[in-house]
């Protein structure tokens, strides 16, 4: 089945830096999700991105289907912003949402 | 606002008891989808309902069962938690297979 890879798996910034989170998945991929888990545990939608950009507020993302990777860009970071965040890809005959295993955020204030 | 909403938020069972957790929704979404996440790692699907069609995923245990009784409503049982069945459990639902997902807010179950 399809693999999906996060990096990092751990991300320590100071409030107001910028940062780059990265999904690279194995094969096509009919979806992409991006989502941000609250330190309540509720998984919250970010882009649902196949392919492209999009940008909502401070956060931004881009999937690029042919090279097999989507990137999360989040600038001038708040502590709100920790959490997280995970990637999840529909593809192939499995027809489930497939996850990575995340990249945890912390923002320092 | 439409919305997923999981009650209750905690439920703390006994080893053993039956404990059933409940989902609805105000999005009139097609699919319902239960996962279940234990700690620092990915929610994995236990099973899901296209409309009344069940799909249980190949690895998920007997002691997890689900009824979906109309559009709005889905419950999870657990006929007979163990220690191993604590976990945060999210219901999520999309209009069709293969398209946007939206997760409720999850419901922490604690096996004593």
């Known amino acids: 089945g399809i693999q999906v890879e996060q990096s990092p798996p751990d991300l320590i910034l100071q409030e107001g830096a910028n940062s780059t989170l990265r999904c690279n998945f194995s094969d096509s991929v009919n979806n992409l999700q991006w989502f941000h888990q609250n330190p309540w545990g509720q998984l919250i939608n970010l882009f649902y991105?196949?392919?492209g950009t999009k940008q909502n507020g401070r956060l931004s993302a881009t999937t690029v289907a042919t090279e097999r990777y989507s990137l999360l860009y989040i600038s001038s970071s708040q502590t709100t912003d920790s959490g997280v965040y995970f990637c999840?890809?529909?593809?192939?005959?499995?027809?489930?949402?497939?996850f990575g295993k995340g990249t945890k955020l912390s923002v320092k204030p | 606002d439409a919305m997923v909403i999981q009650n209750p938020r905690y439920q703390v069972t006994q080893f053993g008891k039956p404990v059933t957790l409940s989902c609805s929704q105000t999005l009139n979404h097609n699919v319902m989808y239960w996962y279940q996440q234990k700690s620092s790692q990915a929610p994995k699907l236990l099973f899901h309902y296209y409309d009344k069609d069940f799909n249980n995923e190949a690895d998920t245990p007997d002691n997890f069962q689900s009824r979906r009784p109309n559009t709005s409503f889905c419950f999870l049982d657990i006929r007979s938690p163990g220690l191993g069945d604590a976990a945060m459990y999210l219901c999520a639902t999309s209009r069709g297979e293969q398209e946007t997902q939206y997760f409720g807010p999850g419901t922490r179950l604690l096996v004593l």
């Open positions: 999840a890809v529909y593809g192939g005959s499995q027809g489930n949402l497939i």
């Open positions: 991105i196949p392919s």
